[in-house]
């Protein structure tokens, strides 16, 4: 840590001690967050999420291919993120590196897990030929909390995708014209805690990630449960953080919920 | 591939390897065993087997990573091709990219990083066979090798799961309580902190079950703690037990 981040560290700690933050907002307070699906035509389903700065753009793209061998009757969920170079300073061209695979991962945990897409009925031959399902998130600008914001836009995106017609002619797929929509169950919300000194505080921005000690994201399925679970970060959290963690995960998952009608 | 079986638990509340639901598995451990390396730890936790060894704190490379005020800790974890049922590519798969990070970040918060500026600590896993709660088994095995190579820790690293499989909540799954059951929450923690250095879960929990599998995979993680601790005694044990004979025959 830097001379500068230890005395930023210091500042932001002193002021949660007041229940507060540096651009003002409550330690369980979000950010403003918006939402917009649709935008990519190209893409079979799309969706952009403002989360204060950060924003996220999300697309889907449906192809056929062949199911892994474990799963003969379920279609293929791909989940992939690309840290865009000019969303930060710190951001270059490349291979993907650990942020964005443990990005990806989390997010494609939180569809996964929760069960969201129904996989069966994207099977055209058992074993054979099954819908493959992409998700790309793209970061477009990184002001923190890339994992609340890129879970929400994929969802988002999923159930705004697309799937094409299709019919089985002599044994050949014929896509037909015209789409139904993708078969989805739940919509999982994925909820983050950062943990500064001993409190915790949701939705960290850019200043708070890199002063941060530990992260832990909960996907919160619609019924309340947990689906999903990542700790992130140099730092530790006592089991009593960790269950308070998921208690506000719970209860922040729940408004997000009804903000975006879900 | 193999058959899923129907069942998890048996009527008298056994699981398929007859373990009780709050059950380890039998674990060895055993430290020193690379002579190559700063410090190195073999673990042996049901089917899995796992070496974990440590170089440094050594020169950065590359260079430009250095930290002026903290050491660099890296971390590779990797399983051999032959190390599960289906061949796996030698080529680090992403799974393995997430695992490396996330158990980097579990033994950070044990080691004074700060006494040694300027250099990297490398930490390498090499799973040779596996049989679910690899990244558990690793984490505890690499934190011995650690405490082997002499670097200042704050506590060791014991790393356990809990899961959920048939609606019940047990302890340490193995590879097809994983995959077919409903639920896995490795933890790794620091005891004597009180700690939790690795959260993670996939499967769906209510508020309640997670926190009863928390809970069940700290007791786990205190258990594994004893074993872990004997085997770092015992290489030492033995050290002190070479010296004194080869002092017995210089009196000789």
């Known amino acids: 840590m830097s001379v500068i981040t230890k005395v930023k560290r210091r500042q932001i700690e002193q002021l949660i001690e007041k229940n507060s933050r540096l651009d003002g907002r409550g330690p369980l307070e979000y950010r403003e967050m918006k939402l917009e699906q649709g935008l990519i035509e190209r ?50 061209p490349g291979p993907p590196d650990e942020n964005s695979i443990e990005l990806a991962r989390i997010v494609d945990r939180g569809i996964r897990e929760s069960k969201m897409i129904d996989t069966e009925k994207l099977v055209i031959e058992p074993g054979k030929k099954v819908f493959v399902v992409f998700v790309d998130v793209y970061v477009l600008n990184y002001d923190g909390n890339l994992i609340d914001a890129s879970a929400l836009a994929a969802v988002a995106a999923l159930s705004n995708t697309k799937m094409p017609k299709y019919e089985i002619e002599e044994g050949e797929i014929k896509i037909k014209s015209g789409y139904e929509q993708l078969p989805l169950r739940k919509h999982p919300i994925t909820v983050t805690c950062a943990k500064i000194g001993n409190k915790l505080l949701v939705d960290p921005w850019l200043e708070e ?9 909960f996907a919160i399925d619609d019924d309340g449960n947990i689906c999903a679970i990542q700790k992130g970060g140099s730092g530790f959290l006592e089991p009593s953080q960790v269950f308070e963690a998921a208690k506000i995960a719970k209860e922040k998952a729940k408004e997000l919920r009804k903000k975006v009608n879900w | 591939m ?22 380890l ?14 410090g190195s730890a073999y673990i042996e936790w049901g089917k899995n087997k796992i070496v974990a060894a440590v170089y440094g704190p050594r020169e950065v490379h590359p260079k430009h990573l250095a930290l002026q005020d903290s050491t660099v800790l890296k971390c590779r974890y990797h399983m051999a091709s032959f190390s599960v049922q289906e061949r796996k590519s030698p080529a680090p798969s992403r799974r393995e990219i997430e695992l490396s990070k996330v158990i980097r970040e579990s033994l950070e918060p044990a080691i004074f990083m700060e006494y040694y500026p300027r250099t990297m600590i490398d930490v390498f896993i090499e799973v040779l066979q596996a049989d679910g709660g690899t990244r558990c088994a ?11 190579s002499g670097i200042p820790m704050r506590d060791l690293v014991v790393a356990c799961a809990a899961g959920k499989i048939e ?15 409903s639920a896995d929450v490795p933890v790794a923690m620091m005891p004597n902190l009180n700690a939790i250095t690795l959260l993670q879960m996939d ?9 009863k599998a928390v809970n069940m995979a700290i007791e786990g993680c205190k258990t594994v703690y004893a074993v872990q601790k004997e085997a770092l005694k015992a290489k030492y044990v033995t050290v002190k037990g070479e010296e004194e004979s080869q002092e017995e025959e210089v009196e000789e």
């Open chain 2, 25 to 38: 598995r039998p674990i060895k451990m055993e430290v020193g065993v690379i002579s190559n390396a700063n």
């Open chain 1, 209 to 217: 990630e890199q002063v941060m000690d530990a992260r832990i994201s």
């Open chain 2, 138 to 148: 690793s984490i505890t095995a690499a934190s011995l090798a650690l405490a082997d």
């Open chain 2, 203 to 211: 499967g769906i929990l209510t508020y309640e079950e997670f926190e």
């Open chain 1, 43 to 92: 893409a079979e389903g799309s969706a952009r999420v403002l989360l204060g700065k950060t924003e996220v753009v999300v697309g889907t793209k449906i192809e056929t291919g062949e199911p892994f061998p474990d799963t003969p009757n379920e279609g293929v969920l791909t989940v992939n993120a690309e840290l865009v170079p000019f969303a930060s300073p710190g951001y270059e």
């Open chain 2, 167 to 181: 609606n019940t909540v047990v302890l340490d799954l193995f590879d097809t309580e994983d995959k077919v059951g």
């Open chain 2, 2 to 23: 193999n058959e899923k079986p129907e069942k998890l638990i048996d009527k008298k509340g056994l699981r398929l390897d007859g373990r009780k639901p709050d059950e």
